[in-house]
Structures are given as structure tokens and as C-alpha cells.
């Protein structure tokens, strides 16, 4: 198998991305990168240091203040920040309710991108997120467009709250949170969630993980050359 070989996991928030993207990269013995997570780890550093997120300024100059790194544990992907292991502290609320906004700035989104571009310049990746297959990986081998009624994707993240020892966040609030991360992810100026016209859609609303992993393999087995 050659090298170089990409596959893009694109999606809204809570349709099972990371699920499907480490599921396929165990399976294939590809690298998972998970995208998302560097814009979680940055808003980590944003609200601990009090960075007004509005001001594009500050958001440039919070920039040059952090390091990312990624390190995999049994195809699981873990991030460091600033040399601090944050892979949990990144899924809690106050960063799923800043993440939208700091993903939408210009700056991060360039800063993200070539790094999550430098990445995949030797290696065989699963990378999910936002905007992998339209802007960061326009050239993918083989590209995915999730998604899934709102209601259920919300039962799903509440799920995972409280299986993590949330039990404050209420499901209304988290089905709020998913809407407006929504609205931001698919009207911001930079990268906007919108589905690459060569995507294939998988609606996983009624299907198990077992079924989703089972039908992307098929697609990019497919794709990939013998």
C-alpha cells in the first residue's frame, strides 16, 4: 500500500467522527489525527489565560504562546498542551461552548491547517473534523460527510457527559450547545462546515458503530489501490 493516502472525516459536532476515524485507523493500520482537538486545545489556553476571544489581535499573539503534540495509546489519539496532557479537560463545556468561536478565527484556522497539513505529508491518516476533506485536504483519497438527527446527537453527548461525571449539564443545554455550535460551524467566514461535493454521506441516526465502520470500509477499500 503507498503512502500519502488520506482519508477525511467531516462533520457537525456529536455524529461519532473520532468513533468512526480511530475505528478505520486501527482497522487499516492508518495514523488517526484528530482535528478537532487541536481547536479544543487552543480554547483551553484562550479561557485559562483570559484572552479576549473577540479581539483577532490577542488571538494572534495568544497563538505564538502554544505547542501542540499528539501521541497515540492503543489508537487512541492524546494531546498535549504546552506539554500537558489536556485530552480531557478539552471535552468538558466550557470549551464546547468557546470552541465554535475560536475555530472561526482566520489566524487559527491557518495555524491549524498547515500544521494538520504537515501531518499528512508522509503518513497514511484518518483525520476527522470540519473541514478536512474541503480545505485542509481538498485531495483526500477517500472523503466522509456525517451526520445525524439533532436529537440524537445530543442523547449521545449527554451520554458521554455524564459517563465522564458531568451531571450538571443538563440535555437541554447540551442540545442548545450542539445548535449553536451548528450555526457558527456552517456560517463562519473561514472553512465553513459545508460537504465536499465528492463526500459520501453516512447518515448514522439508526445505524450501530459496528455498521458505520462496516460501510466505510467498504468505500474506501474501494478507493484504495491494490
Given at each position: 500500500?503507498?503512502?500519502?493516502?488520506?482519508?477525511?472525516?467531516?462533520?457537525?459536532?456529536?455524529?461519532?467522527?473520532?468513533?468512526?476515524?480511530?475505528?478505520?485507523?486501527?482497522?487499516?493500520?492508518?495514523?488517526?489525527?484528530?482535528?478537532?482537538?487541536?481547536?479544543?486545545?487552543?480554547?483551553?489556553?484562550?479561557?485559562?489565560?483570559?484572552?479576549?476571544?473577540?479581539?483577532?489581535?490577542?488571538?494572534?499573539?495568544?497563538?505564538?504562546?502554544?505547542?501542540?503534540?499528539?501521541?497515540?495509546?492503543?489508537?487512541?489519539?492524546?494531546?498535549?498542551?504546552?506539554?500537558?496532557?489536556v485530552s480531557e479537560e478539552i471535552r468538558q463545556m466550557p470549551v464546547s461552548q468557546n470552541v465554535s468561536e475560536v475555530s472561526a478565527h482566520k489566524f487559527v484556522r491557518t495555524e491549524m491547517v498547515k500544521q494538520q497539513q504537515?501531518?499528512?505529508?508522509?503518513?497514511?491518516?484518518?483525520?476527522?473534523?470540519?473541514?478536512?476533506?474541503?480545505?485542509?485536504?481538498?485531495?483526500?483519497?477517500?472523503?466522509?460527510?456525517?451526520?445525524?438527527?439533532?436529537?440524537?446527537?445530543?442523547?449521545?453527548?449527554?451520554?458521554?457527559l455524564q459517563s465522564k461525571g458531568d451531571t450538571s449539564t443538563s440535555l437541554e443545554e447540551v442540545f442548545e450547545n450542539l445548535a449553536h455550535r451548528d450555526y457558527a460551524d456552517t456560517t463562519r467566514v473561514e472553512s465553513p462546515?459545508?460537504?465536499?461535493?465528492?463526500?459520501?454521506?453516512?447518515?448514522?441516526?439508526?445505524?450501530?458503530?459496528?455498521?458505520?465502520?462496516?460501510?466505510?470500509?467498504?468505500?474506501?477499500?474501494?478507493?484504495?489501490?491494490?
Open positions: 500500500m503507498r503512502k500519502n493516502l488520506v482519508v477525511a472525516i467531516d462533520g457537525y459536532s456529536s455524529c461519532g467522527k473520532s468513533t468512526l476515524a480511530k475505528a478505520l485507523a486501527k482497522t487499516l493500520g492508518f495514523i488517526y489525527i484528530d482535528s478537532g482537538a487541536m481547536y479544543r486545545a487552543v480554547t483551553l489556553y484562550f479561557i485559562r489565560h483570559h484572552i479576549d476571544m473577540t479581539d483577532p489581535m490577542a488571538v494572534k499573539d495568544g497563538l505564538q504562546h502554544i505547542e501542540l503534540n499528539f501521541h497515540s495509546r492503543d489508537y487512541e489519539s492524546h494531546i498535549t498542551l504546552n506539554g500537558e496532557e504537515r501531518m499528512g505529508k508522509s503518513k497514511n491518516i484518518v483525520m476527522d473534523g470540519r473541514d478536512i476533506g474541503t480545505t485542509v485536504f481538498p485531495d483526500a483519497t477517500v472523503k466522509f460527510f456525517m451526520t445525524a438527527d439533532p436529537k440524537v446527537r445530543a442523547e449521545r453527548r449527554f451520554k458521554e462546515l459545508v460537504r465536499a461535493e465528492d463526500a459520501i454521506i453516512l447518515d448514522n441516526t439508526d445505524i450501530t458503530p459496528e455498521e458505520q465502520l462496516a460501510f466505510a470500509l467498504d468505500k474506501v477499500n474501494a478507493h484504495v489501490p491494490a
